[in-house]
């Protein structure tokens, strides 16, 4: 079975500050590994995906790949009250099969 | 951006009853994917469609269920006699082939309700 683990949270920073949220994943063969957001009530909604070993950086948002340690991680700088949602993280295994974590719910204090 | 479109929004059953979910995926692409999420529970993959065919199911997807393209945009997933622990949203995704292929965007999903 191919475990996503995340911390569920709640994890409360305050307007401004950086929110860092982190996944482990158990398939050492995965290759491709995504970030969405969730809304409460709503469909998972795509931030970032990154393949490589390092960060890529987008806006805000820096994702942060370690293969060897099996762990990818999001930092959220200047988060804003509007970044309050569950944090899903996604890796791909096998033939495109993503297996989802059960997410971080991210509190932004203004 | 594309978007995928899904119907109906709600929906609601008596248990035993058979459910149809309807899908529009992004256009001009062959993968395509069913997920459910029960309530306060993680996204669970259900099975993806590649080509007109199942490519990879789970163990949830069991006979209960099925997927169709009954037509050349529009895919379905059939949840025959339902049960009570079939609540949860129910996503469909697709790549967007003009970002990547291995990228997955969901439509806003079907919450079905088994009473």
């Known amino acids: 079975q191919k475990e996503v683990e995340q911390n569920s949270g709640p994890l409360s920073v305050p307007e401004g500050a950086i929110a860092s949220l982190n996944c482990t994943y158990s398939?050492?063969?995965?290759?491709?590994f995504f970030w969405y957001r969730q809304y409460s009530g709503k469909s998972p909604e795509l931030i970032m995906s990154i393949y490589s070993n390092g960060d890529k950086e987008d806006g805000r948002f820096t994702a942060q790949l370690n293969k060897a340690s099996q762990y990818v991680s999001l930092l959220i700088r200047d988060s804003q009250p509007s970044d309050s949602a569950t944090y899903l993280c996604?890796?791909?295994?096998?033939?495109?099969?993503?297996?989802f974590g059960t997410g971080t719910s991210l509190t932004v204090i203004p | 951006e594309p978007e995928v479109t899904q119907t109906p929004s709600h929906q609601v059953t008596q248990m035993g009853q058979e459910v149809i979910l309807r899908c529009v995926p992004i256009?001009?692409?062959?993968?395509f994917y069913w997920y459910r999420q029960i309530l306060g529970q993680k996204v669970e993959f259900l099975v993806s469609?590649?080509?007109?065919?199942?490519?990879?199911k789970s163990e949830i997807f069991d006979d209960q269920f099925s997927v169709e393209r009954p037509d050349g945009s529009n895919f379905t997933l059939k949840i025959r006699s339902t049960k009570l622990e079939d609540s949860a949203m129910y996503f469909c995704?697709?790549?967007?082939?003009?970002?990547?292929?291995?990228?997955?965007?969901f439509g806003p999903g079907t919450r079905l309700t088994v009473l």
């Open positions: 469609f590649y080509n007109n065919e199942i490519s990879e």
């Open positions: 256009s001009n692409h062959l993968y």
């Open positions: 995704a697709s790549p967007n082939p003009a970002v990547s292929t291995d990228t997955q965007y």
């Open positions: 398939d050492r063969g995965s290759q491709s």
């Open positions: 996604a890796v791909v295994s096998g033939a495109n099969q993503f297996y």
